[in-house]
C-alpha cells in the first residue's frame, strides 16, 4: 500500500504541475498573439510614415529646387529677401 500511496502522490503532483504548465503555456500563446497583431499595426504605421516621409522629401527637394531657380540672375539684394521666405 505504500508503494501506491507514493505513485498516487506523484502522479498527482505531476498533474498539478502538468495544469500549471498548460495554463502558462496558453498565456504565452495569447500574448504572441497579441505581440504578433501589434507588430502588425506596427508595421503598417511605419510603412505609412516612410512614405510620407518620402513625400515630404520630395517636396522639400523641389522647393529648394524652386527657391535655387527663383533667385538665379536677380541683385545680391532680392536674393537675401528670397531666401528668407
Given amino acids: 500500500h505504500a508503494s501506491t500511496s507514493y505513485w498516487k502522490i506523484l502522479a498527482e503532483r505531476t ?4 495544469e500549471e504548465q498548460i495554463r502558462e503555456n496558453r498565456q504565452l500563446h495569447e500574448l504572441y498573439d ?5 507588430n502588425e499595426q506596427l508595421q503598417v504605421k511605419s510603412d505609412k510614415c516612410e512614405y510620407l516621409t518620402n513625400i ?9 529646387s524652386g527657391l535655387e531657380l527663383n533667385i538665379t540672375g536677380e541683385s545680391s539684394d532680392s ?7
Fill in 15 to 18: 498533474r498539478i504541475k502538468l
Fill in 34 to 38: 497579441e505581440l504578433i497583431q501589434e
Fill in 56 to 64: 515630404f522629401n520630395s517636396i522639400m527637394s523641389e522647393h529648394d
Fill in 79 to 85: 536674393k537675401q529677401e528670397k531666401s528668407f521666405i
